[in-house]
Each structure stands twice: as C-alpha cells, then as structure tokens.
C-alpha cells in the first residue's frame, strides 16, 4: 500500500520529523528561504498532506493545484493569516495550527525586547565596539525605568497574560486592551482594563499581542503614536502589519514616542534599506521570539501529530476550522 503524499515547505526540527519521516512519502523544500509561487504550486501537485510555515501563502489555487487528494494542511505557527481558512473549509480540508507552545518562549522574548529598548543595550553595545566609550558619564547613554512604570498590553490572551506575571518583579502597574473583557483575571493577574485609546495615553510601555486581521490591520498608526507619551516605547512580538511602519517612522523620527523594539515586520523580511533601520531608538530581530530550542522542537510536533491525524482521517489535536467535522 503506497504511503501517503506529503510536502513540507521547510526542513523542521527532529522532533517532528521523525514522528513525519517513517510514515509518509515526505517531499522537503531543501531551500533556507520559502518556496516560490511556482515551486509550491509544483510540489503541492497529487499529495494528500501538506505541512507549511507562516511564509507560506496557502490559497485556493495551491488547494485546487494539490487537487481532491489533499486530506490536511497543518501549519507550524499559532497564527494563520497565510492561509485561506474559508477556502479550506470549503473543500472539507481541516487546517492545524500549534497554540500554547511559543507563550513562555514569546514572553520571555517581548521582556527582553523591552528591556533592551528601555535601557538601550543595543545601542550601548555597538557604542562600545566603535570604540566611542571613552570615560563613565553622569548623562551616558540614559534610558528609561522599567521598575515603577505604566504596561500596557494590547491583546491579553495566552501570551499577553504571560507578559504580564512577568512584570510583577518589576511592581509594575498593568493595564490591558482586549475585544473582551476579562474580569477574572483582573484580580488574579492585579491588571486594569482600559480603553485603548486610554491605554495609550498612560503607559510608559505599550506592548503588542493582539491577533492579526482586517480590524487590527494598522491598528497602530499617527493617530494611536499621537496619543502615546513623548517617552513611550513601543514593543511588538505580534505580527508587523499589525504597525504602520512609515507611522512608526516618524514617531521615532519626531520624538512622538522614545523608542520601539519589534520583533515583526511589514513586509517580512524588512527592505535592508528601510530608514527605519537607520534609527538608534530601534531594537529589530528577525521573528525569533517563539525561537528556543524547546519551543521550536515542540512546535514541530504538534504540527506532525496534526498532520498525521488528518492523514489518518482523524480529529486534529488542534484544528482552526472545527466546522469540517460537522
């Protein structure tokens, strides 16, 4: 009996390919970057699974390309923004995500994001191997308390709540942003709930962890940085569209807001001639924050087990589009 077909759009950790590899008829995209269009529209041809990355534009014409076989699309990522779920949906092809792994991991990376930018360690640390430090300085390098100020969380579902036990040990006062409120965990979590355009107006740090969509498209632009503190620092381990880059710009251009530190960008990758990368009061990384080896491996797995199951014409362990099995 032929094993079943399926392409993976990247090398992913062992982890997860070796629960992949023994089972199925496995085709890996051998590149460091993403297939391209054609390439995927090729390789997606005949197999009954496909398992893909963020990068990956996953669109009817890739479904219809793949053709009746396809059983399962299981992406590596908690987000889903590159696929077309209602296309999927309405081919019956059930769509896999992998929520609740990366929250330790991101929050931990949006602490160390904002730690960066409040204490200017990048811009110390390429201060010091320019062989500018010449002498310690009453005025050297200042950057802003973390201990004492004001946290704003847009978005508090798993990674934003995280974010917030973190600041504790900072006796940080917390408020959040969210499309529902939550009243439970306003005690729980000792956090305020605030309009957004309030939460603006009084943290000292703004941190990013909505969901991507049309509604939250831009959702930080002239208007939201005009309503921010002179010294608020912005961070972002969300997705980049979520700020309007060339808004972002000039609000650390014109001193609307003192610093950001983003971890996403629009588009991925940043152009490296964006004059945002100009900028000293910029911290940039290229999407790590899930990237802990555990994380990854994790992640790589739970992607495996969603894809196998949807082979097996079983329930996804976590599946976007529960309606198929309706």
Not at 9 to 18: H, K
Not at 170 to 195: G, I, N, S, T
Not at 198 to 217: K, M, N, Q
Request: aromatic share 6%.
């Amino acid at each position: 009996m032929a094993l079943p077909k399926v392409f993976l759009t990247r090398l992913i950790p062992e982890e997860g390919l070796t629960l992949v590899q023994p089972v199925v008829d496995l085709d890996i995209w051998p590149g460091e970057l993403p297939p391209s269009r054609e390439a995927l529209l090729e390789r997606v041809r005949g197999i009954d699974g496909l398992l893909c990355l963020l990068t990956d534009p996953i669109d009817a014409a890739v479904m219809d390309a793949a053709g009746e076989g396809l059983r399962v699309i299981s992406q590596m990522a908690v987000g889903f923004d590159n696929i077309d779920v209602t296309a999927a949906t309405a081919r019956r092809i059930p769509v896999g995500n992998t929520p609740g792994v990366l929250t330790e991991a991101t929050a931990d990376f949006t602490w160390a994001l904002l730690l960066a930018a409040a204490r200017r360690v990048v811009e110390a640390d390429a201060y010091t191997r320019a062989g500018r430090w010449k002498t310690w300085g009453p005025k050297l390098l200042l950057g802003a308390n973390v201990s004492g100020a004001t946290l704003g969380i847009v978005g508090f579902g798993r990674i934003g709540q995280a974010v917030a036990m973190r600041a504790r040990g900072f006796d940080m006062r917390l408020v959040y942003f969210d499309r529902q409120r939550k009243p439970d965990l306003e005690h729980a979590l000792d956090v305020e709930y605030a309009a957004f355009e309030a939460l603006l107006a009084e943290s000292d740090f703004v941190s990013i962890h909505t969901t991507y969509s049309e509604s939250t498209h831009h959702l930080f632009s002239d208007a939201e940085f005009d309503r921010m503190q002179p010294g608020a620092i912005l961070i972002n381990t969300a997705r980049g569209p979520i700020v309007d880059r060339e808004a972002l710009y000039r609000a650390l251009m014109t001193g609307k807001i003192a610093a950001a530190a983003l971890d996403v960008t629009e588009p991925e990758p940043i152009d490296p001639s964006d004059p945002l990368l100009a900028l000293d009061n910029l911290v940039i990384t290229p999407h790590i924050a899930s990237a802990s080896r555990s994380s990854r491996g994790r992640m790589a797995q739970m992607a495996a087990h969603n894809l196998l199951a949807g082979l097996r014409g079983m329930r996804l362990p976590n599946c976007v589009n529960s309606e198929v099995y309706g």
